[in-house]
């Protein structure tokens, strides 16, 4: 029983709040952006870090407040650097963030007593002694973003899929990605007080990752992924106790160990159903057929 009521919360937490993250996921991973989330939750641990300077509680509003605003500066440097050029691609953009974001966050905290362990609580998170206050608080913030994800699914795909297309379509892509990055933004903020950035970065990427391996749909990617994250989440939460690991950094790479298996089965199984009408279709269009339709 003890041990019920000590992972309890980390469990609520695990099972309820990754079908957002993995929802984003496919979304970044679909934008070809894939280091704008680990880039996000470091500017949002950076705020942490600042507001502690200031003297907040890690787990107080304010604390929150200065995460949330580090975000927003995040989004909308992201919103105005996305570009069709390629001499500077974005993701170099997005990694020269994370990386000045992780040196400020360790310079601000260089002079604090706790500045170590609050650095090492950025990564792998505390997910053990998170107040429930601050996990309902979060499942209230997804259901809200998730809300307004759905009434603008339509536009959030076309920007995320063919932003080129959504333009011509009267599309103001532009706007729709600031919104899309300031919500984005507000998810990752959340998950990092909770989780840390390890934890937030592997729960966005790694079940789209799985999904875009097994299948094609965009609702199959998201059942999919769904199904990674809530899976991995179970083993790792399983082997923690039993082995006394860190809750974090076992989810993590129970994660690796899954994408890395399901890389493994899709690399020796037989191609998707989509892929093997492209073979045939590209098999019954070469200049030396001979079938029916061709001679025709």
């Given at each position: 029983m003890d041990l019920l009521s000590v992972m309890m919360w980390p469990l609520i937490a695990c099972l309820t709040l990754p079908w957002l993250l993995v929802y984003m996921?496919?979304?970044?991973?679909?934008?070809?952006?894939i280091f704008v989330d680990l880039a996000l939750a470091q500017v949002a641990a950076l705020g942490t870090c600042v507001g502690l300077?200031?003297?907040?509680?890690?787990?107080?509003?304010?604390?929150?407040?200065?995460?949330?605003?580090?975000?927003?500066?995040?989004?909308?440097?992201?919103?105005?650097?996305?570009?069709?050029?390629?001499?500077v691609p974005q993701e170099a953009l997005i990694g020269v963030v994370y990386v000045v974001a992780a040196a400020a966050g360790i310079l601000t905290l260089s002079g604090s007593a706790g500045g170590k362990e609050e650095l090492q609580r950025s990564l792998v998170g505390e997910l053990l002694?998170?107040?429930?206050?601050?996990?309902?608080?979060?499942?209230?913030?997804?259901?809200?973003?998730?809300?307004?994800?759905?009434?603008?699914?339509?536009?959030?795909?076309?920007?995320s899929s063919d932003p080129?297309?959504?333009?011509?379509?009267?599309?103001?892509?532009?706007?729709?990605?600031?919104?899309?990055?300031?919500?984005?933004?507000?998810v990752v903020t959340s998950f990092v007080h909770l989780g840390g950035v390890l934890m937030t970065f592997s729960y966005l990427i790694v079940p789209a990752l799985c999904a875009n391996?097994?299948?094609?749909?965009?609702?199959?990617?998201?059942?999919?992924?769904?199904a990674v994250a809530t899976l991995g989440s179970l083993i790792g939460l399983y082997v923690t106790p039993k082995l006394d690991l860190p809750i974090g950094a076992t989810i993590v790479c129970v994660l690796g160990a899954m994408l890395a298996l399901t890389a493994l089965v899709a690399r020796f199984r037989g191609p998707t159903v989509e892929n093997s009408a492209s073979v045939a279709l590209a098999a019954h269009s070469t200049p030396g057929d001979k079938s029916p339709a061709r001679t025709r």
């Open positions: 996921g496919l979304h970044v991973v679909q934008r070809q952006i300077l200031a003297g907040c509680d890690v787990h107080s509003w304010q604390s929150y407040l200065w995460s949330a605003g580090f975000t927003v500066a995040g989004a909308v440097v992201f919103t105005l650097t996305r570009t069709r050029h390629h001499r002694v998170v107040p429930p206050a601050e996990v309902l608080q979060t499942i209230a913030l997804y259901l809200v973003v998730g809300a307004v994800h759905y009434i603008f699914r339509g536009k959030f795909l076309a920007i080129e297309t959504a333009q011509r379509g009267g599309i103001r892509v532009r706007w729709w990605d600031f919104v899309f990055y300031v919500l984005f933004g507000f391996y097994l299948v094609e749909s965009w609702k199959a990617r998201l059942a999919t992924g769904w």
